[in-house]
């Protein structure tokens, strides 16, 4: 099995072989910095859309589970009041 660290070291010393190549580098940096130049706001905008779409599902959730939490902490509290009441 291939370990994740060998595999992302061997895409990394791939990535830069490719792009610092001193024949072709240069032309590759090149498209690749234009092509980025082209795509970057709307990336970002996805990126930055994902990332609030995200927080809202993550604050959806966290809501509901507060709302179990309090009310599993109120029917331990009366389970416990029901327990210890004959002992009164």
């Known amino acids: ?3 994740p660290r060998l595999l992302m070291g061997a895409v990394i010393g791939g990535a830069l072989v490719y792009f610092l ?10 498209q690749l910095r234009a ?3 082209q795509n970057r706001e709307p990336m970002m905008d ?4 994902a990332a609030s779409t995200a927080q809202a599902k993550v604050n959806e959730a966290s809501s509901r589970v507060g709302e179990k939490v309090t009310e599993l902490q109120s029917k331990v509290r009366g389970a416990a009041e029901n327990a210890t009441a004959p002992l009164k």
């Open 21 to 30: 190549d001193p024949e072709r580098g240069p032309a590759r940096r090149a």
């Open 1 to 3: 099995m291939v370990r």
């Open 46 to 49: 996805q990126a930055a859309s």
């Open 35 to 37: 092509w980025w130049e």
